[in-house]
């Protein structure tokens, strides 16, 4: 929603990796962060990133292009509990309200 | 450090009554916010405080929604006449002036609203 977009569903396999795609075109930029939600819960942080480039954070990785208005994570070694709704968030400038994405859900699959 | 509270967790109300939803933000936190959360539209900016003052309610629906924050310690939703469309999980998030200024917003449990 308000001009940020997220696949619906994603598949994986326990043990590879899977890269969840966020493209947004708001009318303003002042980074993006990414949360993961398990059903029934509250979202929680995973990462923020305001600079071009990937940001490695081990288990989790982010990358952004500001130019190309997309982001992604990267889950490594992905677990059975990895799988959880992954939703991307832009912060816009006027006083850092945060815009999400619909959430892909990620089914990791043994 | 308990996280960001809020109560109930879960709430039943018919249709025309009113219903007040409550947040704790993080002490310490200067700004809270408030999202709605359905399948069909997904998470949603309702409004925003900052030192209890509002700053932006361009979320909120005109009639029926207001938003308080009489103190820097809880923070309240209300909503008046609910409406079936009322139905959804409301989430509070609070922030503060973490490193490098992200002010990452922290996700309290969330309300559950059922409207019959």
């Known amino acids: 929603g308000q001009g940020v977009e997220q696949p619906d569903n994603l598949m994986s396999v326990e043990g590879t990796f899977a890269r969840v795609n966020c493209t947004y075109s708001t009318s303003g930029f002042n980074g993006l962060s990414w949360y993961q939600q398990r059903e029934g819960h509250a979202p929680v942080f995973l990462s923020y990133?305001?600079?071009?480039g990937l940001k490695d954070s081990g288990h989790f990785s982010t990358f952004l292009s500001r130019s190309n208005g997309y982001s992604y994570l990267l889950l490594t070694e992905l677990q059975i509990k990895d799988s959880a709704s992954y939703l991307c968030?832009?912060?816009?400038?006027?006083?850092?309200?945060?815009?999400f994405g619909s959430g892909t859900k990620l089914t990791v699959e043994p | 450090n308990a996280g960001v509270i809020q109560t109930p967790r879960h709430k039943v109300t018919g249709k025309g009554q009113e219903a007040t939803l409550w947040c704790e933000p993080i002490s310490g936190h200067s700004a809270v916010f408030w999202y709605r959360q359905t399948i069909v539209q997904g998470l949603e900016f309702l409004t925003y405080f900052r030192n209890q003052a509002p700053i932006d309610d361009s979320g909120m629906p005109k009639e029926r929604f207001s938003a308080q924050m009489p103190n820097q310690s809880h923070s309240t939703l209300k909503i008046q006449s609910t409406q079936p469309q009322d139905s959804a999980v409301y989430l509070c998030?609070?922030?503060?002036?973490?490193?490098?200024?992200?002010?990452?917003?922290?996700f309290g449990p969330g309300t559950r609203l059922l409207v019959l």
């Open positions: 990133v305001v600079l071009d």
């Open positions: 968030a832009v912060k816009m400038p006027n006083y850092n309200v945060l815009y």
């Open positions: 998030a609070s922030s503060g002036r973490d490193w490098g200024n992200q002010d990452t917003q922290y």
